[in-house]
Nanobody, 124 residues
Framework: QVQLSEPGGGLVQAGGSLSLSCAASGRTISNYVMGWFLQVPGKEREFVAAISWSAGTTYYADSVRCRFTISRDNAKNTVSLQMNSLQPEDTAVYYC?????????????????WGQGTQVTVSS
């Protein structure tokens, strides 16, 4: 079992930046693909970004490419999401997720473990 915790989140003005972190416990995440997803009320969870176990490859949703950066530190068992140039439409609950193996899916159903989520609100 992998437990994921996402402290951080909060309120930021449009154009600002915010960094999310995800701390894993229970197992080392070095064999896990790590991802970030967002969800707004009434809609399905959406892919934001993912990173391969070796951190050699990153993937982004088109809406966040060039604004968000995902990174990981396997030694510290953490994954981060740096969010820049935030816009009101980025407002959502953000979830950290882990998937065992090397495949990097963009579908939330293919991830095995989830954090509790953290609220990000961007004011205009």
């Amino acid at each position: 079992q992998v437990q994921l915790s996402e402290p951080g989140g909060g309120l930021v003005q449009a154009g600002g930046s915010l960094s999310l972190s995800c701390a894993a416990s229970g197992r080392t995440i070095s064999n896990y693909v790590m991802g970030w997803f967002l969800q707004v009320p009434g809609k399905e969870r959406e892919f934001v970004a993912a990173i391969s176990w070796s951190a050699g490859t990153t993937y982004y949703a088109d809406s966040v490419r060039c604004r968000f950066t995902i990174s990981r530190d396997n030694a510290k068992n953490t994954v981060s999401l740096q969010m820049n140039s935030l816009q009101p439409e980025d407002t959502a609950v953000y979830y950290c997720a882990a998937r065992y193996g090397t495949a990097v899916p963009a579908t939330w159903r293919q991830y095995d473990y989830w954090g509790q989520g953290t609220q990000v609100t961007v004011s205009s």
